[in-house]
């Protein structure tokens, strides 16, 4: 700021002494010019002083960041786990399953998804496998409001500050809602490559990042979700690090496997599915001390959704009623099929009728349709998205097949199976003994 403020008054100086001779007498417009020029070049060297300085701030704010990043991928993120050990039922084989995904080879050259239902546990495994795994485990959480997605990756590498000078965070407020969150996502994409090189220079392996919740970013800014797939696949052939993308819907890996990158992404991908029997009945009578009578009820009811079992199991521990608790849960269903409008009068009533009685049919044992056979019952992939994203039916990626979203909407159907035309005696309900 002095040396600006030097040179304006020399050439100021420079300027009126030498060009006006004798520099006698200053008239008042003369004094007038001299102090608003002044006041200007004031003015400049202050904008200039803090502008440097911002900047100045801002890069070491990145090579503070960058060193924090490369130790944290050392030990890897440690996500916490929101679970108590009294009622978390363990899946040894899934979490293996994960932390197998999580410690890739030198020379592997895939990205994964993981997929599976709302509630299955998904997040909860992801968590543990990475804090298991640790060392050159990333673990991004995507939040559900897309304007924290710039704390998200900076909580996933453990340093909560922004990362952008004062000036860009005021830049950006005024700009529109989509480029800062895209040129965040590119950034912590250039600090992530940073860091994998200086840990495959280390360790002779590549780092793992996983996305989970990827789910919001398909129907908020899907953009992103394209940007995160592009830059897995490149890094996946340069060996770089490896993404793994955890997602709760169909949409999700539809999308993903209608675009190039897909070329890159491990197949089948993984899908985590509900608690077998066995594990529901531990989660209730062991985790939960309900008595098996009343166990049988309820797992009929919502089946393994750990999710759905673990809020039928407070409801019940309250001391309602089972029959309370079953209106509870059906009238959601109920909302579900309204919203999807898959009841009479809905737009798709008479396409879900068909498709329900298709799944229902006694011929097919497993309760599956192909996806082409799904597929057959729509003019438009939009449609089909549509039925599909509304949580009734539950397409899966790993056998490429569609099936009911859960034990609670199959159960919803039995109890009304009148609406749908499906003679009861064909909807199976999982029997317990
Ligand atoms: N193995 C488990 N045992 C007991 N509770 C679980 C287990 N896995 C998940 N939960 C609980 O079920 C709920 C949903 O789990 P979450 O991991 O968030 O599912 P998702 O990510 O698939 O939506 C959470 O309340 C979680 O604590
Ligand atoms: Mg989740």
Wanted: proline share 3%; net charge neutral; charged share 25%.
């Amino acid at each position: 700021m002095f040396l600006t403020l030097h040179l304006f008054f020399y050439f100021y100086s420079s300027k009126s002494f030498t060009n006006s001779s004798p520099p006698l007498h200053i008239s008042e417009t003369s004094f007038l010019s001299i102090f608003l020029s002044s006041a200007v070049g004031i003015l400049a060297s202050i904008l200039l002083f803090f502008v440097s300085g911002d900047v100045l701030y801002a890069c070491c704010r990145s090579l503070y960041n960058e060193n924090l990043l490369n130790k944290t991928v050392e030990k890897g993120t440690q996500p916490k786990i929101d679970i108590s050990n009294d009622e978390f039922v363990s899946r040894p084989q899934v979490v293996e399953r994960i932390k197998e995904i999580l410690q890739p080879h030198k020379n592997h050259s895939y990205y994964h998804l993981i997929c599976g239902e709302h509630g299955t546990g998904k997040t909860t495994l992801a968590r543990i496998a990475s804090s298991e795994v640790g060392c050159g485990v990333i673990y991004v959480d995507i939040p559900a409001d897309l304007s924290g997605l710039d704390k998200a990756f900076g909580k996933a590498i453990n340093f909560a500050s922004e990362k952008i000078s004062i000036t860009g965070q005021w830049l950006r407020k005024i700009k529109s809602d989509d480029t800062p969150k895209i040129s965040e996502c590119a950034k912590a994409l250039k600090t992530f490559r940073h860091a994998s090189e200086v840990y495959k220079a280390k360790h002779d392996k590549p780092m793992v990042i996983v996305y989970d919740n990827v789910s919001y970013l398909v129907h908020k800014n899907p953009k992103i979700l394209d940007i995160l797939q592009d830059d897995a696949k490149h890094s996946a052939d340069d060996r770089k690090y490896i993404a793994v993308f955890v997602c709760s819907e169909g949409s999700v890996p539809q999308r993903m496997e209608s675009r190039s990158a897909w070329s890159r992404a491990k197949t089948p991908v993984m899908e985590i599915g509900d608690l077998s029997k066995e594990e529901s009945m531990e989660y209730l009578i062991k985790k939960r001390k309900i008595k098996e009578v009343d166990v049988k009820k309820l797992f009929d009811l919502v089946g393994g959704r750990i999710i759905e079992l673990k809020t039928v199991a407070d409801d019940f521990l309250k001391g309602q009623e089972f029959e309370v608790v079953k209106k509870q849960v059906l009238n959601k269903v109920e909302k579900t099929f309204r919203s999807a409008e898959l009841l009479p009068n809905g737009l798709y009533y008479e396409v879900g009728k068909s498709i329900i009685g298709d799944l229902l049919n006694s011929n097919n044992k497993s309760n599956e349709l192909s996806f082409l056979d799904f597929n057959k019952y729509f003019d438009k992939t939009e449609k089909l998205n549509e039925v599909l994203g509304s949580n009734i039916f539950s397409y899966h990626p790993e056998k490429n097949v569609v099936t009911f979203q859960s034990q609670s909407v199959k159960c919803y159907v039995h109890e009304n199976a009148d609406i749908f035309s499906v003679p009861g005696s064909h909807i199976k309900i999982i029997e317990v003994n």
